[in-house]
Nanobody, 124 residues
Framework: QVQVAESGGGLVQPGGSLRLSCEVS????????VAWFRQAPGEEREFAAA????????HYGDSVKGRFAISRDVAGKTVYLQMNRLKPEDAAVYYC?????????????????WGRGTQVTVSS
Protein backbone atom coordinates (compact mmCIF):
# COMPACT_ATOMS: atom_id res chain seq x y z
CA GLN A 1 0.00 0.00 0.00
CA VAL A 2 1.26 3.45 -0.93
CA GLN A 3 0.00 6.87 0.01
CA VAL A 4 0.90 10.12 -1.70
CA ALA A 5 0.40 13.72 -0.60
CA GLU A 6 1.11 16.86 -2.62
CA SER A 7 2.24 20.28 -1.48
CA GLY A 8 3.77 23.43 -2.91
CA GLY A 9 1.03 24.89 -5.06
CA GLY A 10 0.30 28.60 -5.17
CA LEU A 11 0.09 31.73 -7.28
CA VAL A 12 2.93 32.57 -9.66
CA GLN A 13 3.33 35.11 -12.43
CA PRO A 14 3.71 34.03 -16.06
CA GLY A 15 7.33 33.18 -16.72
CA GLY A 16 7.93 32.28 -13.10
CA SER A 17 8.83 29.02 -11.40
CA LEU A 18 7.29 26.80 -8.76
CA ARG A 19 8.28 23.46 -7.21
CA LEU A 20 5.71 20.90 -6.17
CA SER A 21 6.43 18.10 -3.71
CA CYS A 22 4.86 14.69 -3.37
CA GLU A 23 5.55 12.73 -0.20
CA VAL A 24 5.31 9.00 -0.84
CA SER A 25 4.80 6.45 1.91
CA UNK A 26 5.44 2.73 1.52
CA UNK A 27 8.25 0.22 1.80
CA UNK A 28 8.49 -1.24 -1.71
CA UNK A 29 8.82 1.88 -3.80
CA UNK A 30 11.30 0.23 -6.15
CA UNK A 31 8.35 -1.36 -7.89
CA UNK A 32 6.59 1.93 -8.56
CA UNK A 33 6.27 4.72 -11.04
CA VAL A 34 5.28 8.08 -9.54
CA ALA A 35 3.62 10.63 -11.79
CA TRP A 36 2.20 14.11 -11.88
CA PHE A 37 -1.08 14.81 -13.62
CA ARG A 38 -2.96 18.07 -13.88
CA GLN A 39 -6.55 19.04 -14.41
CA ALA A 40 -7.91 22.44 -15.35
CA PRO A 41 -11.61 23.31 -14.91
CA GLY A 42 -13.71 21.65 -17.58
CA GLU A 43 -10.75 19.67 -18.91
CA GLU A 44 -9.69 16.04 -18.68
CA ARG A 45 -6.90 15.04 -16.36
CA GLU A 46 -3.63 15.37 -18.29
CA PHE A 47 -0.33 13.56 -17.85
CA ALA A 48 2.58 15.87 -17.04
CA ALA A 49 5.55 13.77 -15.94
CA ALA A 50 6.54 10.46 -14.38
CA UNK A 51 9.61 8.94 -12.75
CA UNK A 52 10.51 5.31 -12.10
CA UNK A 53 11.59 5.07 -8.49
CA UNK A 54 14.22 2.39 -8.98
CA UNK A 55 16.01 3.76 -12.04
CA UNK A 56 15.08 7.45 -12.20
CA UNK A 57 13.84 6.97 -15.75
CA UNK A 58 11.64 9.94 -16.57
CA HIS A 59 8.97 10.75 -19.10
CA TYR A 60 7.19 14.02 -19.91
CA GLY A 61 4.01 15.12 -21.60
CA ASP A 62 4.48 17.21 -24.73
CA SER A 63 2.97 20.33 -23.18
CA VAL A 64 5.58 20.49 -20.38
CA LYS A 65 8.65 18.98 -22.02
CA GLY A 66 11.66 21.26 -21.72
CA ARG A 67 10.06 23.39 -18.99
CA PHE A 68 9.26 20.94 -16.19
CA ALA A 69 11.61 18.51 -14.46
CA ILE A 70 10.67 15.57 -12.25
CA SER A 71 13.07 14.16 -9.68
CA ARG A 72 13.00 12.09 -6.52
CA ASP A 73 14.72 12.06 -3.15
CA VAL A 74 15.06 8.46 -1.97
CA ALA A 75 15.90 9.25 1.64
CA GLY A 76 13.06 11.74 1.96
CA LYS A 77 10.65 9.61 -0.07
CA THR A 78 9.65 12.68 -2.01
CA VAL A 79 9.06 13.32 -5.70
CA TYR A 80 9.46 16.85 -6.96
CA LEU A 81 8.08 18.65 -9.98
CA GLN A 82 10.13 21.73 -10.82
CA MET A 83 8.06 23.94 -13.09
CA ASN A 84 9.81 26.71 -15.00
CA ARG A 85 8.68 29.30 -17.54
CA LEU A 86 5.11 28.87 -16.39
CA LYS A 87 2.30 29.90 -18.69
CA PRO A 88 -1.34 30.77 -17.89
CA GLU A 89 -2.36 27.48 -19.51
CA ASP A 90 -0.32 25.60 -16.89
CA ALA A 91 -2.85 26.66 -14.25
CA ALA A 92 -4.58 23.58 -12.87
CA VAL A 93 -4.92 21.30 -9.89
CA TYR A 94 -1.81 19.13 -9.89
CA TYR A 95 -2.13 15.56 -8.65
CA CYS A 96 0.53 13.09 -7.63
CA UNK A 97 -0.18 9.44 -8.40
CA UNK A 98 1.60 6.11 -8.01
CA UNK A 99 1.48 2.93 -10.05
CA UNK A 100 2.90 -0.46 -9.12
CA UNK A 101 4.37 -1.66 -12.36
CA UNK A 102 7.64 -1.87 -14.25
CA UNK A 103 5.96 -0.20 -17.21
CA UNK A 104 5.24 3.47 -17.73
CA UNK A 105 1.64 4.59 -18.10
CA UNK A 106 0.31 8.02 -19.01
CA UNK A 107 -3.41 7.48 -18.52
CA UNK A 108 -5.02 8.17 -15.13
CA UNK A 109 -7.02 4.93 -14.76
CA UNK A 110 -3.76 2.96 -14.68
CA UNK A 111 -2.63 4.69 -11.50
CA UNK A 112 -3.90 3.14 -8.29
CA UNK A 113 -2.93 5.72 -5.67
CA TRP A 114 -3.76 9.41 -5.76
CA GLY A 115 -3.29 12.49 -3.65
CA ARG A 116 -5.87 15.22 -3.14
CA GLY A 117 -4.16 17.70 -5.42
CA THR A 118 -2.58 21.12 -5.06
CA GLN A 119 -3.73 24.24 -6.91
CA VAL A 120 -1.35 26.09 -9.23
CA THR A 121 -2.48 29.50 -10.47
CA VAL A 122 -0.51 31.37 -13.12
CA SER A 123 -1.60 34.96 -13.39
CA SER A 124 -0.24 38.49 -13.36
Amino acid sequence: QVQVAESGGGLVQPGGSLRLSCEVSGNTLDKYWVAWFRQAPGEEREFAAAIKWSSEDTHYGDSVKGRFAISRDVAGKTVYLQMNRLKPEDAAVYYCAARQSSRLAVTPPLYMYWGRGTQVTVSS
